[in-house]
Nanobody, 130 residues
Framework: QAQLMESGGDSVQAGGSLRLSCVVSEYSCTGRRCVMAWFRQAPGKEREGVAALHNGVGAIDYGDNAKGRFAISRDTTKNALDLQMTDLNSEDSAMYFC?????????????????????WGQGTQVTVSP
């Protein structure tokens, strides 16, 4: 069974940057449907998609909350998924989770739906102060 371990969360001031990393073990995202993604969830809010990397087509998706500020990348040597975040603001404060799964668009699955993913990490906390 896949195990995902996030790291890199911290407390920063607005305008700062952070780099999150998620190491994936016992799982190899090599299939054409495999997607690796970052989500976040703030207290009292639903879990929302931040960015996703589609293994089969090499495509990348970003949520409106991340476009122009965040960059997702994969380190195949470490089997890790990274998220570089810049120009952080207080609305970015949340628990950040990485997830992997096989996407079936023909069944209505989209990259930004939590239900599209099978495996999740425990999360890493990001707090941005004004």
């Amino acid at each position: 069974q896949a195990q995902l371990m996030e790291s890199g969360g911290d407390s920063v001031q607005a305008g700062g940057s952070l780099r999150l990393s998620c190491v994936v073990s016992e799982y190899s995202c090599t299939g054409r449907r495999c997607v690796m993604a970052w989500f976040r969830q703030a207290p009292g809010k639903e879990r929302e998609g931040v960015a996703a990397l589609h293994n089969g087509v090499g495509a990348i998706d970003y949520g409106d909350n991340a476009k122009g500020r965040f960059a997702i990348s994969r380190d195949t040597t470490k089997n890790a998924l990274d998220l570089q975040m810049t120009d952080l603001n207080s609305e970015d404060s949340a628990m950040y989770f990485c997830a992997v799964g096989a996407l079936f668009p023909e069944s209505g699955a989209t990259w930004d739906r939590p239900s599209s993913y099978t495996y999740w990490g425990q999360g890493t906390q990001v707090t941005v102060s004004p």
